[in-house]
């Protein structure tokens, strides 16, 4: 895209082009759900991002006046969010996920999971007692942002952060590095369970790839910018988290919890295993399609999930 002659000579403050901003991508018609809601949080976080600046500038700040080069910087990156319709952290190689920051590029979906929320609250009140909790699990890792954050909320414990995708291992590592918890988190290549024979978890999380073929074609550009294989499972978006609900039993301690999401699948897999007394989560900053099952209801209902 280009712009109109001289239009750096209108817009002067932060605040002007992170207003110019969020005109554009609305005419554009921009999707937002990659870590901002709106077009206006999007272009604030990029155009802090061309500036060097943290997200939590004090409000005077935004009536400073960019110099030429900076907003040529800023100009540029609005340019990008519209001309490549990449999600924005793709743009800026980083995203928050439980205050933390991590690097995320295309080898690794966007960190956006609530299951934030639970681990920042380790999990209460299902974990009663969780500076008990020894071995954590994340399946489906990616960016590794899940295990990386159970690992901070849990000091005590060893976390294994599990994918099928080499590249996207490559960024958790990165990550695992870039927050020094080597010796708590340990990447591993595997086709969910497939690696880990004779391992127990006192817990398992995964966010696993859960969305339907045809639901997938129809998503907006932005979600086909993010790796296919973290996304599509099949024609119902259940083929993973049917082979989890399989397996996990097998992985889990005598008082061990497994917690997946499965978002818009929700009401598939509730379909699919009516029986099941599934455990929806509730979150207080918003987010669903996430369940909650104990060790002993998986031995339950074992011959459901065979």
């Excluded at 817009?11 to 991508?25: K, P």
């Excluded at 060097?52 to 006046?65: A, E, I, Q, T």
């Excluded at 439980?98 to 299951?115: A, K, Q, T, W």
Aim: hydrophobic residues 40%.
């Amino acid at each position: 895209m280009s712009y109109p002659e001289g239009i750096t000579d209108y817009l002067a403050t932060l605040r002007d082009f992170i207003r110019w901003g969020a005109s554009q991508f609305n005419q554009a018609g921009l999707f937002f759900g990659h870590g901002t809601s709106n077009a206006i949080d999007e272009a604030a976080g990029l155009a802090l991002h061309a500036l060097h600046l943290p997200h939590n500038l004090p409000s005077g700040y935004f009536n400073c006046v960019l110099t030429p080069d900076e907003r040529l910087e800023v100009l540029g990156l609005l340019e990008r969010r519209i001309a490549e319709r990449k999600p924005a952290a793709y743009l800026t190689h980083e995203a928050w996920f439980c205050g933390l920051p991590f690097y995320v590029d295309e080898r690794v979906l966007v960190p956006r999971s609530p299951i934030a929320e639970l681990i920042e609250k380790q999990f209460s009140p299902w974990l009663s007692q969780p500076e008990e909790v020894g071995d954590i699990l994340d399946l489906c890792t990616g960016s590794g942002c899940i295990a990386i954050a159970c690992a901070v909320a849990f000091p005590d414990a060893d976390v294994d952060a599990v994918d099928i995708s080499t590249p996207a291992l490559e960024v958790a590592q990165k990550n695992i590095d870039a927050h020094d918890v080597r010796d708590q988190v340990t990447a591993i290549c595997s086709d969910l369970f497939a690696r880990l024979a004779g391992k127990r978890y006192d817990l398992i999380v995964s966010n696993p790839p859960y969305v339907g073929s045809d639901e997938w074609r129809g998503l907006p550009p932005e979600y086909h910018a993010e790796p296919r294989l973290g996304l599509e499972s099949g024609n119902t978006g259940l083929d993973c988290v049917r082979r989890i609900l399989r397996q996990a039993h097998a992985h889990l301690n005598p008082d061990g919890l497994l917690i997946v999401e499965v978002g818009n699948s929700a009401e598939a897999l509730e379909y699919a295993y009516p029986d099941v007394p599934f455990c929806w989560l509730e979150f207080e900053r918003g987010g669903d399609g996430v369940f909650l099952l104990t060790a002993d209801q998986l031995a339950e209902y074992r011959i459901h999930f065979a």
